[in-house]
């Protein structure tokens, strides 16, 4: 099929200039026009490699053609990486994630950590897709092995934290969250994540102390001021777990 529309194509682009070849091509893909708008983009990145928007034109095309070999090569072109390696697939593993094509992405992550076992940050989206099917254990064990390969990486901390939260394992999830917090303190998220593991392990204070900094840092954040609402409501503070409900309340209706 794309060899059919890529010779078809070529009249196209033989035809008039390569800047309106190019400019048909975006305007099919902008259309979701996809099989049409691949050649043309395909002959513009070829004829501008230099051009970065081209290769993530034509590589979102052919994610939507669900081409991932086709994307891959783009992406690599984008990214100045070869397209077979373990950063290609990497990196087209990333931009599939973006575009919500996690079926397509984790064969690139497996192919990836087959070609380079301690790639950064691969198991940590390996992670990521475990979790989002619901497989919570697998996405445990891969942001571990991911940790122990990349130990600086807060996401990870992050992750496996928020991990054992959705298995109720609040006494588990203390220790990495406080590492996420500590590698990048300028992250709301994990001081939620947190100040939950703590309100569910009767730390109330701490748990006061972690969502009070994250509705300072994020202060539209509907579920720390219901989270930081019970705590007050815990501790007895009455009149502060009241104004906190009003903020959730006003909150949400934004």
Not at 32 to 58: I, K, N, T, V
Not at 209 to 228: E, T
Not at 242 to 248: S, T, V
Request: charged share 25%.
């Amino acid at each position: 099929l794309f060899v059919s529309l890529a010779i078809a194509s070529l009249a196209v682009v033989r035809a008039q200039p390569p800047a309106a070849a190019e400019a048909e091509g975006f305007r099919l893909f902008a259309r979701g026009q996809y099989q049409e708008a691949a050649p043309l983009l395909a002959a513009a990145s070829a004829a501008s490699p230099d051009r970065p928007e081209l290769a993530r034109a034509l590589g979102l095309c052919y994610l939507r053609l669900h081409n991932a070999a086709a994307a891959r090569a783009a992406f690599a072109r984008l990214f100045g990486a070869p397209p077979d390696s373990a950063k290609a697939r990497l990196l087209a593993a990333k931009m599939m994630m973006g575009e919500q094509l996690e079926e397509m992405a984790e064969p690139e992550l497996r192919a990836a950590v087959k070609l380079e076992p301690k790639l950064p940050e691969a198991h940590f989206m390996l992670g990521e897709l475990a979790i989002f099917r619901g497989d919570t254990d697998a996405g445990i064990a891969e942001l571990r092995e991911e940790i122990a390969l990349n130990p600086a990486f807060s996401m990870a901390y992050y992750r496996l934290g928020d991990a054992f939260t959705r298995k109720d394992m609040w006494e588990q999830a203390v220790a990495p969250l406080e590492r996420a917090i500590w590698l990048n303190p300028d992250f709301s998220s994990p001081y939620i994540l947190l100040g939950k593991a703590y309100y569910h392990t009767d730390r109330l204070e701490f748990a006061e102390g972690m969502l009070k900094r994250a509705v300072r840092m994020d202060p539209n954040n509907a579920g720390a001021h219901y989270l930081l609402a019970n705590v007050y409501r815990d501790l007895g503070r009455q009149e502060d777990s009241r104004k906190e409900l009003e903020l959730w309340r006003n909150t949400n209706k934004k």
